[in-house]
């Protein structure tokens, strides 16, 4: 393709917009805090990031059990990968499953003492991460800004969905 070449012209300025750059930004951003995340979880304490959302969700609220659909859908899972990443939760003794009272057709997940006590670790390990990577690097006067946006874009978003 040559330089003169009008549609490799409008090809380069759709690729190289300010849209495309601040997504890719904040997609970079969010997938290597991700992945510096889940390593640190995998090293100090045994645990992917997602075992520690799962855990943050059974721990919110002490004494009461979540679906297993519930958890798929707050964590955008399949019930299918749902159901295998509670099973590798379940052999690793984090947390038990028990028939919901209600239906016979719902599974409800709870932490294990075990479970709540990695939670406990992993939230220390995950806090430690977050401050230094992603509150750190902003300026203080800009990170409640900051927050604050990232919650219109996902309030949009769960709106929309």
Known sequence: ???????????????????????????????????????????????????????IRLCRQPGEEVSQRQLADDLTLTSGGTTRLIDRMEQAGLVRRLPSPEDRRSVLVEPTE???????????????????????????????????????IEGALREDA
């Open 114 to 152: 075990h479970g709540r006590t990695v939670f406990l670790q992993a939230s220390a390990v995950h806090a430690r991460v977050v401050e230094r990577y992603f509150v750190q690097p902003v300026a203080p006067q800009d990170y409640a800004p900051l927050t604050r946006a990232l919650s219109q």
């Open 1 to 55: 393709m040559s330089a003169a070449d009008p549609q490799g012209d409008e090809e380069a300025r759709a690729a190289n917009s300010n849209l495309v750059r601040d997504f890719g930004l904040l997609i970079k951003s969010a997938t290597r805090l991700e992945h510096r995340i889940d390593a640190e979880l995998r090293r100090e304490c045994g645990i992917s990031h997602t075992m520690l959302e799962v855990l």
